[in-house]
């Protein structure tokens, strides 16, 4: 296939709006997930290793970094199939066989531990070496969070769409397929990093994009007649439909809504007298007539920033810290529509991390029809350190009720301690 034509596809889906180049790999929030999986995975080798994680996927700290995984847009859709128990079919076998869960184990503690391909390519292979019914490539999905520029996501259409573009045979469930594909697409990558990216996610999700029909492939030979027909065929596809607009457009309304509830919790706080920090990867965002970090701190304080755990802190949305101080007197993750399981993960950060976060409190916020939702998650047993922690749920018809006459008349948390709810 001519270099040129596949730099024209490459072209076209970066400028699609309903691509996943634009609703997933420039999505900020995907950002926010690499620490959390990480830390979730670090818990899934400790329950491994120790003999506490059990035999049952439901429920456990496996399921929580998956389901994570799955709750990305679009192309992790569905991520959490291969890891869940087929009891008929005896996979995937690492709940049953203590010996094949330890080895598993020992692939996430090493990748998650490492930081070279040849490292984590060893790895591969070692768990290969072990042949463990249902274990295959769909774990590959839990490395591209750990490594994303050694590891490119995995699933059936990323197959189906490197196939239609290298010519390739590659066939599902077998790591050494796997591992020929990365190389095929790293050089990709290579011959058109202008395009792509050093993260594989961004090639990852090309490649899902043809594998799933949106578009056809360039033609495998050089005739002039296929070509004319691709490129018509390829104009056709900037004609979007109805339903791919609505639901691009209800996701970005999602994203305005998360950014408003971080600029109410901004205000309040400031009104209240904290320093107040925003996420690392939200500072930017639009807010009000400014951007949503104007007037809160540029950097978090050693105490709270350069702690174990660090990069994950600074991806909580909110925090307010005691003016003047290294103090962290409030953390907020706000749970528009997504997954809770990434905040819950980086509220534990930062009260594992920080010493003085003994005390913080610490607010789950979300619509008002989420509360059960999140009070059911809390029960998994994964989440059994969380229950020790002071952690409320703060509705967003409660916040927006209450602010301004907060902001106005309150001191300190005590006005958000009076309409928060207890979660445990």
């Known amino acids: 296939m001519a270099n040129d034509t596949l730099q024209i596809l490459i072209s076209r889906w970066r400028e699609d709006p309903n691509g996943t180049f634009q609703t997933w790999f420039l999505w900020e929030e995907r950002l926010k997930n690499f620490r959390s999986i990480h830390r979730g995975l670090q818990q899934v080798v400790s329950e491994m290793q120790s003999g506490s994680f059990g035999n049952v996927y439901k429920g456990s700290s496996l399921e929580v970094v998956v389901k994570s995984v799955a709750e990305q847009r679009q192309i992790f859709k569905g991520a959490d199939h291969a890891f869940l128990w087929k009891p008929k079919l ?138 004319s027909a691709w490129e018509h065929d390829l104009a056709s596809v900037r004609a979007l439909s109805v ?83 290294e103090e962290v007197a409030a953390a907020f993750e706000v749970e528009h529509s997504t997954s809770i399981y990434s905040g819950i993960i980086r509220l534990l950060d930062l009260a594992m991390g920080v010493s003085n976060a003994i005390g913080p409190h610490m607010f789950l916020v979300a619509p008002d029809a989420r509360e059960e939702e999140v009070r059911a998650q809390l029960l998994r047993p994964a989440f059994r350190d969380v229950r020790k922690l002071p952690v409320r749920f703060l509705p967003y018809g409660v916040l927006e009720q209450h602010r301004e006459s907060m902001a106005r008349f309150g001191t300190g948390l005590k006005p958000l301690e009076a309409v928060a709810r207890v979660l445990n």
Not at 265 to 283: E, I, P, Q, S, T
């Open 243 to 325: 339903k791919e607009s609505k639901d691009l457009q209800t996701a970005r309304e999602g994203d305005r809504t998360h950014t408003e509830v971080q600029g109410w919790l901004r205000d309040l706080g400031k009104a209240l007298g904290f320093d107040v920090w925003v996420a690392a990867n939200d500072r930017g965002r639009p807010c009000g007539a400014g951007k949503l970090s104007d007037g809160c701190l540029p950097e978090l304080p050693p105490a709270v920033g350069s702690v174990d755990g660090g990069d994950s802190i600074r991806l909580i949305d909110i925090l307010w810290l005691v003016a003047g101080t």
């Open 90 to 227: 005896r996979i995937p076998d690492i709940y049953e066989s203590r010996e094949n869960q330890l080895a598993f184990a020992q692939f996430l503690d090493t990748c998650t531990c490492c930081s070279t391909e040849k490292q984590v390519l060893a790895a591969i292979r070692r768990l290969d070496e072990h042949r463990i019914k249902g274990v295959g490539p769909a774990a590959a999905n839990l490395l591209y969070f750990l490594h994303p520029t050694i590891i490119p996501p995995f699933n059936t259409a990323i197959v189906k769409g490197y196939n239609r573009i290298a010519g390739a045979s590659v066939k599902l469930g077998s790591w050494e397929e796997f591992l020929a594909m990365r190389e095929g697409i790293l050089r990709m990558n290579n011959d058109h990093r202008e395009l792509l990216s050093n993260d594989l996610g961004a090639i990852g999700g090309f490649l899902f994009d043809i594998g799933a029909g949106r578009y056809a492939p360039p033609p495998l030979e050089d005739d002039a007649a296929a070509r």
